[in-house]
């Protein structure tokens, strides 16, 4: 029992809290993503191709602010609703990237997929007439798988998330037919990770000692 004990200890010690490990913002309103409904009004896209964003922070000491590309494909994967009367929300999943170079060329500073992810935003005007809304997914309970260049693996585990909100609607939010109704708008975001700690040496030689205890008292049981 002492050595189960231990292990699920040394078990929870190895999952750190999440950290932001990335924030930026749109440099210009040069290349907007754009949201499109299909003819049939029942799904909706998002598209951001190389747009040109400033990463105000980064994760693994690199200096910041630096410039990178930003590309982005999302597409609903369930019907739009109105909630609370004024909210609207709908479920997409796409993928991502966030690259030195365009098309997603040269360092990967964070790229990944996502799934469950909720657009919503208010169908009410906010500071100056804007409308804003917001595409966030989190792992649990969604996916969110990232990978990196610059960022180590260990430090890109669940809990995540990934997040892009958008400003300066073309429109306010609406529903047209089953789906999001098309809108322009520009883009900023962050993503967060945890870190999955490997144990220290004096950790595991303890962790073994305790299973070679288990091991003979179970002998000398039989």
Known sequence: MATTAAFVGLSA???AAPITIITWAQDTTEKLITATANGGDTQTTLVGSDVAITVGGYANGVATPFSAYLN???TSTGAATIVGGDDVRQAFAGTFTITSGT????TNYLSGSFSDIALQGSRIGGPAGGFQASLIASDPPGTVNLTSDAIAASK???PSAIGFTFTA????????GSTICGFTASV????SA?????PAPAGLAFLGLGLLGLAAVRRKVA
């Not at 609607?169 to 047209?176: D, E, Q, T």
């Not at 945890?194 to 490997?198: E, K, L, R, Y």
């Open 72 to 74: 982005l494909t999302a």
């Open 194 to 198: 945890s870190q999955v700690a490997v």
């Open 169 to 176: 609607l073309s429109s306010a939010l609406g529903i047209c």
């Open 188 to 191: 900023s975001g962050n993503a």
């Open 103 to 106: 098309g997603g060329s040269g």
């Open 13 to 15: 010690i190895a999952q």
């Open 156 to 158: 890109l585990q669940d």
